[in-house]
């Protein structure tokens, strides 16, 4: 099979242009994270741990839930923990049900980090907000779509997406959320749901 980085081949088809978008734009993430974690003495993990904590609920505040969600081995995770937890970014609350076990609670120090690196992603915030909302919609379907497909094929681990919970169902191709009790438009449609069942 032809490389997508071969030029030739790459131009040869609207797809494959359209992946090689999909990788520069993960780049632009990557420096942009880089970027912020230099002003700060941090790694990009550690900001990415600071923010997820920071927005999660408590039992996904775990070491083996956020080795899940962020494809990375456990200790690893926990060797990230035990230096955010040294800089008194995070706390560990023991599981009053297993001692053994504890969940990661940000600081007010932590969150402080989290208000002044979660603005990484800024230039990309702004140049969105200026497509139009026809376009923004088009958009969101086409990556909702996607990141569903890379689910089922299981390259990626978006279990809090509407299209996986429990509330949501369609009716001749009509998503509906019975929490919510209503239809859900394109734009309705979330990718990390805090209702998630």
């Not at 993960?26 to 990009?44: A, C, D, G, M, R």
């Not at 040294?86 to 120090?109: M, V």
Request: glycine share 2%; with cysteine.
């Amino acid at each position: 099979m032809e490389s997508i980085y071969n030029l030739d081949y790459q131009n040869s088809s609207l797809e494959n242009k359209i992946v090689i978008g999909f990788d520069r734009i993960s780049q632009v993430f990557k420096t942009l994270l880089i970027e912020e974690s230099k002003h700060y003495n941090l790694s990009p993990i550690q900001i990415q741990l600071l923010i997820f904590i920071n927005y999660h609920s408590e039992n996904k505040s775990t070491i083996s839930y956020l080795s899940k969600e962020f494809n990375l081995s456990k200790p690893t995770v926990s060797e990230t923990i035990k230096t955010l937890e040294k800089k008194k970014y995070i706390t560990k609350i023991s599981d009053k049900f297993d001692t053994r076990s504890y969940f990661i609670q940000i600081t007010d120090l932590g969150k402080s980090i989290v208000q002044q690196t979660e603005q990484y992603v800024n230039p990309l915030v702004n140049i969105i907000s200026n497509i139009s909302e026809a376009n923004k919609v088009m958009l969101w379907q086409s990556i909702t779509n996607i990141i569903n497909e890379l689910n089922n094929i299981q390259l990626i681990n978006s279990h809090r997406t509407c299209t996986n919970c429990q509330f949501y169902s369609q009716n001749n191709n009509i998503p509906y959320c019975a929490l919510l009790n209503q239809v859900l438009k394109i734009e309705d449609i979330r990718i990390d749901c805090p209702e998630f069942k």
